[in-house]
């Protein structure tokens, strides 16, 4: 029976204690900020709303849901696991989203995809993602309006939010992203052609980059914390670049370049905050490692070929479903065992 | 070398040793009283030999080996048995501590069946934790080749300081504790394992390596890591052997001992002296002399901390052995045993107890310091699901039960308490499943010692028959030709199988010191008895040949 607890202990040597769940949520929290930071200074103050919203309504359907189940309420919503999904699809969101959609998404991401499992540590599916793709299929026209780089206060932003925006004007708001802008460029067009015609509005690619970057930032604090392990992000970028680069060497003139996916779309905020979420993810390295890589993958094969621009919550989504076969298959050699493998039914271990 | 290998996982835990290795190893005062219960090793508890009201000496024997896996017990002071229970024994002092010691041996001229026994009647058992009767230990030579010794001198776990102590002042004489066992199990090569946490015990050793030794001794300094002291972790870590899962050092070769251990082997066989003390580590923020002890088995672990300065009020819990493995005191008027090698009177704020328990978020932490690479988050699902099956397919058995995963838990599950309470029920189970084989047992047993009793009679009567002297030709006329053959075929298959049977006894207590031994143990006594019967009948007939032979 183990009386010392790396939490308990101070003289422990830091570098290798890891931080208990709350905190851990926290520092996850607290490395999303100079994402979000970013894109409110590129997208406006509706990246704000958003996350504020969503997480407010984490808080409270989770509450809610404790109440019904009969739950701790408090301890449990100390964890912050529900303010965590609440920033997680908040930053996903178009900016400025209205609040029932946001609502509905967070009902599916806490409510269904997490509490309906049996809460935190038992949920399949990573629920921000559920919640994400759930408004994807559901809302299209509102999941597509993600306006292009404006200033930090736009005129309409209570209306949006309010939803009382009349729906004429929801298609002045819209701008194509990257991705979507390259995905719908047409069989016809060269990628060098596209990119010449300058398809974007002014300094989208550019906003782009730099909130991949300042994901960058949060995912580096996160590894260097020890709140996550190398492996997801990792394996997933590595399988990203690699499938991309074998598409864009075999043809540059419809492939986007490996450059071009990592740094557009969620690509870099999905590998660091959306794809480590542990409890939905494989447990073991050579599971995460699998893990990672099927999303990296799955991430270039949807868009490139799929009817989505982006594709980090699908890839995560179908990785989620293979986690329990990951975890049977990649358990490691315990130390004096022959085989990996767990031992046969009814085999003496 | 010796970091060339590695063992997979590990944590850093805080050391806290300056507390308990500053100050020198010295006697504890001899305790009044002392208090010696009859299980203070793995396997059969001893069976008392005294009644109260005995005279003892230190080192008298008052309880006896009891079946094979079983220990010795020996009085630690001298003074009168006070109380004799199913369970214990007390002696009250007489403050004389009058010594009655075995013959010494002079280890290098006598024979191993010599040492062995001696290791037997002293009641040597392993001085680490274990508590596994060193006798027995020793006959593994007689199913495997040994070609390493190593002497696990890691002491890894934070506080306990009672090896690198032990090192500091004996170290010849551990070394030649060690060269007996060498000489015992036939090993060419002794490997020590000492952690670099220890400057002073490795300078020691150092020392006493200059000293020609028979077997060649290496000193092997590894890097500070818990649980390094683990035997298959540093088998691996010395040796790069893997002991298979389920199996013992000995399948790869190799013997582990602790250097207290070998130190109680070289009293036990140069001194004739039994294992009556030991050396314990006294330490905690809840004491204000910690140390090391030379203490008297049976010693008050009361009077022991009291001695030591204990800071009652301060006092949060005692914890025997170390702070990831070992177990918290329900009271303190416990006695010392021959596994008692540390006693952690901590305070409140020094070991705090865990937070509460949140769900497990599958982090993946535990498995990372895992050191025997298992899925530590996935066993705890089984467990607390009671999913048996998939317990033993994730190799729950294999758990050595460090600690380590408790200790990095960031919703500090107690993982090995689950473990601990799958690990048990599973072995009723076992027995439960084994019930039909056990009364078969029971009865083989019951027709074995009918049989033997049967022969003692027939034997009785023939001897009565040969002092009669009888003329020989009715003897030869009333029994028919004996089957000598026959009767030693059957006395060797029953040799044989008291050897098989003493083998897996031996096997399975130390593959699992916590399974239960009673059915193993009633196989064997069936072998024994038959080889008894055997052996009368051999002789019997034997005698009776003789008699035809010569009328």
Same mark, same amino acid.
């Given at each position: 029976m183990s009386m010392m607890h790396a939490s308990g202990v101070k003289d422990a040597m830091t570098a290798t204690a890891v931080p208990p769940t709350a905190s851990l949520m926290r520092w996850v929290i607290a490395a999303t900020l100079p994402g979000i930071a970013t894109m409110s200074y590129f997208?406006?103050?509706?990246?704000?709303?958003?996350?504020?919203?969503?997480?407010?309504?984490?808080?409270?359907?989770?509450?809610?849901?404790?109440?019904?189940?009969?739950?701790?309420?408090?301890?449990?919503?100390? +964890?912050?696991?529900?303010?965590? /999904?609440?920033? %997680?699809?908040?930053?996903?969101?178009?900016?400025?989203?209205?609040?029932?959609?946001?609502?509905?998404?967070?009902?599916?991401?806490?409510?269904?995809?997490?509490?309906?499992?049996?809460?935190?540590? =038992?949920?399949?599916?990573?629920?921000?993602?559920?919640?994400?793709?759930?408004?994807?299929?559901?809302?299209?026209?509102?999941m597509t309006l993600w306006a292009p780089p404006q200033e930090m206060l736009p005129n309409d932003l209570w209306a949006q939010i309010t939803g009382t925006l009349p729906t004429a004007q929801l298609d002045s708001l819209s701008g194509a992203t990257p991705l979507d802008a390259f995905?719908?460029?047409? +069989? *016809?067009?060269?990628? !060098?052609?596209?990119?010449?015609?300058?398809?974007?509005?002014?300094?989208?690619?550019?906003?782009?980059?730099?909130?991949? %970057?300042?994901?960058?930032?949060?995912?580096?604090?996160?590894?260097?914390?020890?709140?996550?392990?190398?492996?997801?992000?990792?394996?997933?970028?590595?399988?990203?670049?690699?499938?991309?680069?074998?598409? @864009?060497?075999? +043809?540059?003139? =419809?492939?986007?370049?490996?450059?071009?996916?990592?740094?557009?779309?969620a690509t870099l905020f999905g590998a660091f905050f959306i794809a480590t979420d542990p409890v939905s993810a494989a447990t073991s390295q050579r599971g995460k490692l699998i893990y990672g890589a099927g999303i990296g993958a799955l991430v270039i094969i949807i868009r490139t070929f799929g009817g989505y621009p982006d594709a980090v919550a699908f890839a995560v989504l179908l990785m989620n479903l293979c986690v329990p076969l990951l975890d049977i298959y990649s358990v490691p050699r315990p130390t004096g065992q022959q085989k990996a493998s767990p031992g046969k039914p009814g085999e003496q271990p | 070398m010796s970091n060339a290998f590695d063992f997979p996982g590990g944590i850093y835990p805080p050391e806290r040793k300056q507390r308990s290795n500053q100050s020198a190893l010295i006697e504890a005062p001899l305790p009044r009283r002392v208090t010696l219960p009859l299980q203070q090793h793995s396997g059969q508890p001893a069976k008392p030999c005294v009644a109260q009201g005995n005279a003892v000496k230190v080192g008298s024997v008052i309880a006896k080996r009891e079946g094979m896996v079983s220990s010795a017990l020996h009085a630690s002071i001298s003074g009168t048995v006070s109380e004799v229970s199913t369970t214990q024994i007390s002696i009250e002092g007489d403050g004389q501590d009058e010594w009655l010691r075995l013959p010494p041996l002079v280890w290098q001229n006598v024979e191993p069946h010599a040492l062995l026994e001696r290791l037997n009647e002293s009641g040597i058992v392993g001085l680490g934790g274990a508590g596994f009767p060193t006798h027995i230990k020793a006959r593994v030579v007689e199913q495997h080749t040994i070609h390493t010794l190593v002497i696990n001198a890691a002491e890894c776990e934070p506080y306990i300081t009672a090896d690198d102590l032990t090192l500091r002042h004996y170290a010849n004489e551990v070394l030649e504790g060690a060269q007996i066992i060498a000489k015992l199990c036939g090993a060419q090569h002794i490997v020590i394992g000492i952690e670099d946490n220890k400057p002073e015990a490795i300078d020691a050793l150092k020392q006493a390596l200059t000293n020609s030794q028979p077997v060649p001794v290496e000193l092997a300094v590894i890097a500070t890591r818990y649980p390094s002291g683990g035997e298959r972790q540093l088998i691996k870590k010395l040796l790069d052997l893997n002991v298979p899962s389920g199996g013992l050092p000995a399948d790869v070769g190799v013997l582990c001992h602790n250097p207290g251990t070998l130190l109680a082997i070289l009293h036990a066989v140069r001194d004739g002296q039994p294992l009556v003390s030991r050396v314990v580590t006294l330490t905690g923020e809840a004491i204000t002399q910690p140390g090391n002890r030379w203490v008297r088995l049976g010693t008050s672990?009361?009077?022991?901390?009291?001695?030591?300065?204990?800071?009652?009020?301060?006092?949060?819990?005692?914890?025997?052995?170390?702070?990831?493995?070992?177990?918290?005191?329900?009271?303190?008027? /416990?006695?010392?045993?021959?596994?008692?090698?540390?006693?952690? *009177?901590?305070?409140?704020?020094?070991?705090?107890?865990?937070?509460?328990? !949140?769900?497990?978020?599958?982090?993946?932490?535990?498995?990372?310091?895992?050191?025997?690479?298992?899925?530590?988050?996935?066993?705890?699902?089984?467990?607390?699901?009671?999913?048996?099956?998939?317990?033993?397919?994730?190799?729950?058995?294999?758990?050595?039960?460090?600690? *380590?995963?408790? @200790?990095?838990?960031?919703?500090h599950i107690p993982l090995?308490? +689950? @473990?601990?309470?799958?690990?048990?029920?599973?072995?009723?189970?076992?027995?439960?499943?084994?019930?039909?084989?056990?009364?078969? =047992?029971?009865?083989?047993?019951?027709?074995?010692?009918?049989?033997?009793?049967?022969?003692?009679?027939?034997?009785?009567?023939?001897a009565r028959q040969a002092q009669q002297r009888r003329p020989s030709n009715t003897a030869a006329t009333n029994s028919e030709k004996v089957d000598l053959r026959g009767l030693r075929i059957a006395h060797a298959a029953a040799k044989a199988s008291v050897k098989k049977a003493e083998k897996t006894l031996a096997r399975v207590a130390q593959e699992d010191p916590k399974q239960s031994l009673d059915d193993l143990e009633m196989q064997l006594a069936t072998a024994q008895e038959n080889l008894k019967a055997a052996e009368l009948q051999l002789a019997q007939a034997r005698e009776q040949q003789s008699n035809e032979e010569s009328p």
């Open positions: 997208f406006g103050l509706g990246v704000i709303s958003n996350v504020l919203l969503a997480a407010a309504f984490g808080i409270a359907l989770e509450a809610a849901v404790l109440r019904l189940r009969k739950r701790p309420i408090r301890v449990t919503l100390n +964890d912050s696991s529900a303010l965590l /999904t609440g920033v %997680l699809l908040g930053t996903s969101l178009p900016p400025a989203s209205p609040w029932w959609l946001v609502g509905v998404g967070m009902i599916a991401a806490i409510v269904v995809a997490k509490q309906l499992y049996g809460g935190l540590g =038992h949920n399949p599916f990573n629920p921000a993602m559920v919640g994400y793709a759930l408004l994807l299929v559901s809302f299209p026209t509102y995905k719908h460029k047409g +069989d *016809a067009v060269l990628a !060098s052609e596209f990119w010449a015609a300058n398809p974007l509005p002014n300094g989208t690619l550019t906003a782009w980059r730099w909130v991949a %970057l300042a994901w960058l930032v949060g995912g580096v604090v996160l590894l260097a914390k020890r709140i996550i392990s190398w492996h997801i992000p990792i394996a997933m970028l590595g399988s990203l670049v690699l499938l991309d680069t074998l598409f @864009y060497l075999s +043809d540059p003139s =419809h492939f986007a370049s490996p450059l071009f996916h990592l740094l557009t779309g | 672990v009361r009077e022991l901390l009291e001695q030591a300065g204990l800071n009652t009020p301060e006092l949060h819990q005692v914890i025997q052995g170390g702070p990831m493995m070992g177990t918290p005191l329900l009271t303190l008027d /416990t006695p010392v045993t021959k596994l008692t090698n540390c006693l952690i *009177a901590a305070t409140l704020e020094e070991l705090p107890p865990p937070p509460a328990e !949140s769900p497990c978020i599958r982090c993946g932490e535990c498995e990372s310091v895992c050191p025997v690479a298992l899925l530590p988050q996935q066993l705890h699902w089984y467990a607390r699901a009671q999913d048996d099956a998939k317990l033993e397919r994730y190799h729950l058995f294999d758990c050595i039960e460090c600690g *380590a995963c408790s @200790y990095v838990c960031p919703s090995v308490v +689950d @473990y601990r309470e799958a690990k048990s029920r599973l072995r009723l189970q076992r027995i439960e499943t084994a019930k039909a084989e056990h009364a078969k =047992h029971r009865f083989e047993f019951r027709q074995a010692r009918l049989a033997r009793e049967e022969a003692e009679k027939q034997a009785r009567k023939q």
